[in-house]
């Protein structure tokens, strides 16, 4: 089995070693920025772990996001078909087909770099059938949000993101944490802990732990409401969730008897808070809205 030693030298799989992750950084008078959230995973048995987890096959075309100098990149390239990387800074996309070329030159060209913002990509060269990637802390939920709502094509996936937002992404319903992220979420897909990620992997150390979300595709609510709609109703109910329903959906509504009225229309207990709620209840009081 390939490893590394404890100097983060490269193994024989081409993976990325401490070493090595530092000697591009400083090729590229690259200092990582809190602003971009930039934290390089060094580990390669970590990247072993996450591809291993995310079950992609050849049969998959992979979208990552953030590849940043490449680490997870390298662990994707040998069991996917194809790996498109969406990353915003053009150092490092110029950089990522050196490296790959570099370390496995055999899987160089199934692999594609855009230089982009992910949060604003609307068309790919080919549909992603799954997404995994290392997301930065600071915009993790909108642009997981914005991949899945406009690239159908995402069956599944499995995304490294900051733990206490990883929990969150995974709650439901009922839990202290569940909110808008678990809700929006359950809107497209099925999501659960795939386990946790210490910050000692990462280069440089956050000051928070990170945890895994394993996530596959279902289909939306079968409601009247569109998603725009839903979500709508989703914000309201959790922008004060101490609040019952009736309470917390009145602005939304108009009013709290009007809002107490759609409650009623969509078989809700207007008594009960928005953290009760599955998202096809949101989803039900969004279509309810609509016909009062």
């Known amino acids: 089995m390939s490893g590394s030693d404890a100097s983060g030298n490269t193994v024989s799989d081409g993976l990325l070693g401490a070493k090595q992750v530092r000697d591009i950084a400083e090729s590229l008078f690259l200092r990582p920025t809190k602003q971009r959230g930039q934290n390089f995973v060094i580990d390669p048995n970590t990247v ?19 590849p940043g100098l490449g680490s997870l990149t390298l662990g994707l390239l040998p069991r996917a078909g194809q790996v498109v990387a969406i990353e915003i800074e ?35 060269p080919s549909p992603p059938t799954a997404l995994v990637a290392n997301l930065p802390y600071n915009v993790a939920v909108p ?8 690239f159908p094509s995402i ?3 499995l995304i490294l993101v900051q733990a206490e937002v990883a929990d969150r992404l995974a709650a439901a319903p009922g839990s202290r944490i569940y909110g808008v992220p678990s809700a929006k979420l359950a809107w497209y897909a099925k999501a659960q802990r795939a386990g ?10 956050p000051r928070v732990e990170s945890g895994l979300v394993a996530f596959s595709r279902q289909p939306a609510p079968d409601t009247a409401a569109s998603r725009e709609q839903t979500f709508e109703v989703i914000d309201a109910a959790f922008a004060q969730r101490r609040k019952t329903l009736r309470a917390a959906l009145a602005t939304w509504a108009g009013s709290p008897a009007q809002a107490e009225q759609i409650l009623l229309a969509a078989g809700v207990d207007p008594s009960v808070r928005g953290e009760q709620l599955t998202v096809s209840g949101f989803a039900q009081i969004a279509a309810a809205g609509m016909r009062v």
Not at 143 to 150: I, K, M, P
């Open 155 to 157: 069956e599944q996936g």
């Open 90 to 124: 053009q150092v490092l996309a110029d950089q990522l087909p050196r490296t790959v070329a570099k370390q496995q030159p055999d899987s160089i060209d199934r692999l594609i770099v855009i230089t982009a913002d992910a949060g604003a990509v609307t068309s790919l």
């Open 196 to 205: 946790r990620v210490p910050a000692s992997v990462f280069w440089p150390v």
């Open 143 to 150: 642009v997981l949000l914005n991949l899945l709502a406009r």
């Open 48 to 66: 072993r772990r996450i591809v291993d987890r995310s079950a992609i096959s050849v049969n998959d075309i992979v979208l990552e996001v953030g």
